[in-house]
Nanobody, 119 residues
Framework: QVQLVESGGGLVQPGGSLRLSCAAS????????MDWYRQAPGKQRELVAA???????NYADSVKGRFTISRDEARKTVSLQMNSLKPEDTAVYYC?????????????WGQGTQVTVSS
């Protein structure tokens, strides 16, 4: 059984920083994509940042230059450093990984962590 556990998040003032982390555990042969999504109230879940096993990263236009995604293969973790936070970044953030545990790969999600940007 594979599990993703997120940490970080909380309340921060505009312009502040937060770091989110997500660790995978269980039967894991390899991890393909590691991503961060977010969902604000009344809105659809959207991709924030993604990193492939090749190391290629991709960011939503709204966070480019402010957020940095990084992955640690040995620790099976993905982190999201968020700087210059804005009120519109307020959302529940979810980590996602595509993990191969056997012959096939499957998608797994973290439990979500609240990020609130407010003065």
């Amino acid at each position: 059984q594979v599990q993703l556990v997120e940490s970080g998040g909380g309340l921060v003032q505009p312009g502040g920083s937060l770091r989110l982390s997500c660790a995978a555990s269980g039967r894991i042969f390899s991890i393909n994509d590691m991503d961060w999504y977010r969902q604000a109230p009344g809105k659809q879940r959207e991709l924030v940042a993604a990193t492939a096993s090749s190391g290629i990263t991709n960011y939503a236009d709204s966070v480019k230059g402010r957020f940095t995604i990084s992955r640690d293969e040995a620790r099976k973790t993905v982190s999201l450093q968020m700087n210059s936070l804005k009120p519109e970044d307020t959302a529940v953030y979810y980590c996602h990984m595509n993990i191969r545990s056997g012959v096939y790969s499957a998608n797994y999600w973290g439990q979500g962590t609240q990020v609130t940007v407010s003065s």
